[in-house]
């Protein structure tokens, strides 16, 4: 089990979500399509998925897309969430080597 700082401040982008959910597909296809690692908390499967879900956004739509400097969205567009992975890669330090 998470505790709610690890939540807050996840290592890598996580996304709380459920099959039925279809902005929660559209949101994890694009994660999948842009090759985004990440990690997803299925709210079927994870027992208490759904309260740290609103623990973060502080409702209880899905999906929550919770970033590693902290910031989350909830239910994104996929406008929104493109323009922050686009933030977050920017942010990123080039592979060393190059």
């Known amino acids: 089990m998470s505790s709610e700082s690890t939540d807050l401040h996840p290592e ?10 279809i902005d ?11 090759k ?3 990690d997803y ?5 994870v027992v208490d998925g759904a309260d740290r ?10 999906p929550v897309v919770v970033f590693p400097d902290g910031t989350h969205m909830t239910e994104p567009t996929d406008a929104q969430l493109g323009t922050k992975l686009d933030e ?3 942010t990123q ?3 060393r080597g190059l």
């Open 12 to 21: 890598r982008i996580t996304m709380y979500g459920a099959a039925w959910c």
């Open 24 to 34: 929660c597909r559209r949101s994890k296809a694009l994660l999948d399509t842009r």
């Open 36 to 38: 985004i690692d990440y």
């Open 41 to 45: 908390v299925d709210l079927e499967q």
């Open 53 to 62: 879900a609103k623990a973060i956004s502080g409702r209880t739509q899905i």
């Open 88 to 90: 977050l890669l920017a």
């Open 93 to 95: 330090s080039p592979p």
